[in-house]
C-alpha cells in the first residue's frame, strides 16, 4: 500500500477520478495551487494528498464562486493555521510537561482551526 504522500497518479488517473480535463490539473500547477511530483521522464504524479487538496480547489471553484487568487489565499491561510496549530501542540505538550515535574496545576485548552466548506 502507498502511502499518503507519494506520488503516484498519473495525470490521466486523477482527471478521470476526478472528472476534470488535465488541462485543469496543468493549469493549478502553473498557478501555484498544487505541486505535483515527477518522473525520471518528467511525467506528473499525483499523491492521495494532491488528489485531497485538488477536491478542495474544486469545491472552492465550483460550489463557491472562488476564483484561483481567492483559492490560492484561502490554501495559504490553512497551511499557515495548521502551522500554527502544530506549534500550539507542542507548546502545550512542552507546558504540560513543565507542570508534572512541578506541583503546579495549570489549565491548557485545545482548538482546533478547520476549513469548512458549505454550499449556498
Not at 469545491?59 to 483559492?71: E, K, Q, S, Y
Not at 505538550?93 to 512541578?102: E, F, G, R
Request: hydrophobic share 35%; proline share 2%.
Amino acid at each position: 500500500m502507498y502511502s499518503y504522500d507519494e506520488p503516484v497518479y498519473l495525470i490521466s488517473v486523477v482527471a478521470k477520478i476526478l472528472e476534470i480535463h488535465p488541462q485543469t490539473l496543468r493549469q493549478y500547477e502553473k498557478e501555484g495551487l498544487i505541486e505535483p511530483g515527477r518522473t525520471d521522464g518528467k511525467m506528473r504524479l499525483y499523491s492521495q494528498r494532491d488528489i485531497d487538496k485538488i477536491k478542495t480547489i474544486l469545491r472552492l471553484t465550483r460550489d463557491m464562486g472562488v476564483n484561483l487568487a481567492g483559492v490560492d489565499i484561502i490554501l495559504r491561510l490553512k497551511e499557515k493555521l495548521d502551522e500554527l496549530d502544530n506549534i500550539n501542540e507542542e507548546l502545550r505538550d512542552n507546558l504540560q510537561k513543565k507542570t508534572q515535574t512541578s506541583n503546579t496545576r495549570v489549565s491548557v485548552k485545545q482548538s482546533s482551526y478547520e476549513l469548512i466548506l458549505f454550499k449556498k
